[in-house]
């Protein structure tokens, strides 16, 4: 599976971005959950939201009623529109998906895009 993510960029605090990452390969069936994470210089990697295949979504706390995880299954993309960026958002956002258990739970990266949320 490669994962393909696009949409970083400069943004004022206040202002909004939206990412997408679209899935792709002979293993796409396999893929139950996406998701992003972010990871700021000097910080460990962390999770920002994900969404299964269903539609259950999981964010982290610092992100909740900001950001929103899409997911257009027919097109294997997942969408992260982030809202009332702030400064503390700077980092690069990596792309995730997640096989089902009974295709071996593999985990797949995408390349990073950077988000900078400075004025």
């Known amino acids: 599976v490669q994962l393909q993510a696009s949409g970083g960029g400069l943004v004022q605090p206040g202002g909004s971005l939206r990412l997408s990452c679209a899935a792709s390969g002979s293993s796409i069936f396999s893929i139950n959950i996406m998701g992003w994470y972010r990871q700021a210089p000097g910080k460990q990697r962390e999770l920002v939201a994900s969404i299964t295949r269903s539609g259950s979504t999981d964010y982290a706390d610092s992100v909740k009623g900001r950001f929103t995880i899409s997911r257009d299954n027919a097109k294997n993309t997942v969408y992260l529109q982030m809202n009332n960026l702030k400064p503390e958002d700077t980092a690069v956002y990596y792309c995730?998906?997640?096989?089902?258990?009974?295709?071996?739970?593999?985990?797949?990266w995408g390349q990073g895009t950077l988000v900078t949320v400075s004025s």
């Open positions: 995730n998906a997640e096989s089902y258990r009974s295709f071996g739970g593999n985990n797949y």
